[in-house]
């Protein structure tokens, strides 16, 4: 499956913004999808995951702020954020995993999108 994300940009705190993560090949459904982020200097932290099978996961910093969704007509998985903060400043990157076993783990994931650049401004 290859993945492309888009959406990212400049935003102030308090903001929000809507990341798209489009996926072509087959089984879009049976993947988990992630969100995942990395800051400079700081390593890649997972921010949020969609399994259909057994629902949504969120990173404990990005709780109550951010949702993700998908839409598999569309091969098509969503992050909205809302009240951005400037923490949140980072590449997100959209992956997906055949592995419902660790979805907050990086290491799960065998398919990465390119990443899209968040700045949030104070």
């Known amino acids: 499956v290859q993945l492309q994300a888009s959406g990212g940009g400049l935003v102030q705190a308090g903001g929000s913004l809507r990341l798209s993560c489009a996926a072509s090949g087959r089984a879009f459904s049976s993947y988990v999808m992630g969100w995942f982020r990395q800051a400079p200097g700081k390593e890649r932290e997972f921010v949020a995951a969609h399994d259909w099978r057994t629902g949504t996961y969120y990173a404990d910093s990005v709780k109550g702020r951010f949702t993700v969704s998908r839409d598999n007509a569309e091969n098509t998985v969503y992050l909205q954020m809302n009240s951005l903060k400037p923490e949140d400043t980072a590449t997100y990157y959209c992956?997906?995993?055949?592995?419902?076993?660790?979805?907050?783990?990086?290491?799960?994931?065998?398919?990465w999108g390119q990443g899209t650049q968040v700045t949030v401004s104070s």
């Open positions: 992956a997906a995993s055949e592995d419902r076993t660790f979805v907050r783990s990086s290491s799960a994931f065998l398919y």
